[in-house]
């Protein structure tokens, strides 16, 4: 039988890592680091959240992260569930930083005039509620389209938009990403920063834990999913499943692709 205590992604082992981050890093947000010049603290985090399922799970890393002082960013699709107006603004609230996560190249089917449309209608759509700065591409990593291509023809700042999560960081970042269901796993398709290098590895957040302690490391980026971390043993199983699932079609398209 499962112990729960023993499990990674559960809502405990976040705060053991908000804990761990809080003692050891300043947190930016993502508007923050590209703002900051060169006022950037000796050592950061930043915090980012891609709320890919319903948005209700993010209420519950939000507040743990206000609990430990932490500032995160994160991005909402603008989907059925996920893009819920009072839980955006009551996470803005909180001091967190809300952005956009984009798919409306892969929703347009590639009709890229099409995307570039959407993608300014649901732009004003997030600004009717909140402040928006930044944008993160979302994976849709079992659609041929990778949303990043919308801007090899257009500009997001045309739209205001003053850096996008992926493409306008710095390439010196240590990134980790629990896409996968593992720190940077090898089922992650598209969630990497172009053209980095990862220097540092972590298989469970435990280990992530130990290496943001280690003092190796003067600056962190991680991208964490709500949903995927669970507070009761049903859910863990559940999403368990799921990631199993998705992994598997993963691998599937991989090896077509290739």
Known sequence: MLDFQDLDFTTEKFRELCSALAENYTSVTIEQYLTAGNDLPERFVLMRHDVDGKAIPSLRTALIEKEFGIRATYYFRA???????????????????????????????????????LFGEEVQRFRS??????????????????????????DFKDFGIIGEAYLSLGEDLNYFTD????????????????????????????????????????NLYITLHPDRWTSTTFRWALFWVQDLAFNSAKKALRMMRK
């Open 179 to 218: 896409t996968g269901r593992g720190w940077n796993s090898k089922n992650n398709l598209r969630d990497f920063i172009p053209g980095r290098t990862q220097k540092f590895v972590a298989e469970t957040t435990d280990d992530l834990i130990r290496l943001i302690g280690s003092g190796k490391m003067e």
């Open 129 to 154: 509620i909140c402040t928006l700065k930044t944008i993160s591409m979302h994976g849709a990593s079992l659609s041929k389209y990778d949303n990043r291509d919308l801007w090899n023809r257009y």
């Open 79 to 117: 989907k059925r569930n996920i893009y819920v107006p009072e839980v955006i603004q009551q996470i803005e609230a909180m001091g967190h930083e809300i952005g956009y996560h984009y798919e409306t190249l892969s929703d347009s089917n590639g009709d890229y005039e099409k995307a570039i449309k």
